[in-house]
């Protein structure tokens, strides 16, 4: 496979469950993504590791918790979500610095009953 | 002020159109500029970077105006398939790591 893969790519959840998206990315890229676009607002930047550390997070609550085991794979733990919490959520990667286009999978569709 | 700003649209545009859209930024810091594309539920893609210089790719044209704090993006000769959103994504640089802030997107539809 090539690029950024996510999965899954639907996942309906309620608000009680504990559930957990994946990320990977082939480009040997050193910086990843998590983003949230929800309808009719821009893309939100969540969370931003590089070289597998964190090195952002943009106040998420705490309800959302990711993990980035090795440079390659990022993952996002979910529990106790609030239907609010319904949304696009896409990973992106790309090489560390400013001046690089990042790479986006094709996200998860999230739905919080 | 939002940090990226952008009008929401939608553009609607006959084919051949030339249709232009703007994008200011309130964080004077910032460093990279780019124009994604993203389709109707698909992820952004990158369209084009934006240099200081200006550039152009075909049918495509970008400006950054530094002083105003505004990048724009103009399509020539507008075909069906550039209907999309546009998103405007600045890159300011904070302690070292680079954090991408993205427009709401600039809706665009071209009619035959």
């Known amino acids: 496979e090539t690029g950024v893969t996510q999965t899954p790519r639907h996942l309906v959840m309620g608000m009680t469950n504990k559930k957990s998206l994946k990320c990977e990315q082939h480009l040997g890229h050193n910086a990843m993504y998590w983003y949230k676009q929800s309808a009719k607002k821009p893309l939100e930047l969540m969370f931003v590791?590089?070289?597998?550390?964190?090195?952002e997070n943009n106040s998420v609550p705490s309800r959302f918790s990711p993990e980035c085991p090795n440079s390659s794979h990022l993952f996002l733990h979910l529990h106790t979500l609030q239907p609010e919490d319904s949304a696009l959520y896409l990973c992106a990667s790309s090489p560390q610095g400013s001046y690089n286009e990042q790479f986006f999978g094709p996200g998860t569709r999230l739905t919080v009953l | 002020r939002k940090e990226v700003e952008q009008d929401p649209g939608p553009f609607n545009v006959p084919e051949g159109a030339t249709v232009a859209f703007n994008c200011t930024y309130s964080?004077?810091?910032?460093?990279?500029f780019f124009w994604y594309r993203q389709d109707c539920r698909k992820e952004p893609k990158l369209l084009m970077s934006?240099?200081?210089s200006g550039n152009e790719d075909g049918r495509f044209t970008a400006q950054l105006n530094r002083a105003s704090q505004y990048i724009s993006l103009l399509i020539r000769d507008s075909k069906l398939s550039d209907s999309a959103t546009y998103l405007c994504?600045?890159?300011?640089?904070?302690?070292?790591?680079?954090?991408?802030?993205f427009g709401r997107g600039t809706s665009l539809i071209v009619h035959p």
């Open positions: 994504v600045v890159q300011p640089r904070a302690g070292g790591s680079y954090i991408p802030t």
């Open positions: 934006v240099y200081s």
């Open positions: 590791y590089n070289f597998k550390e964190q090195t």
């Open positions: 964080n004077s810091a910032s460093q990279s």
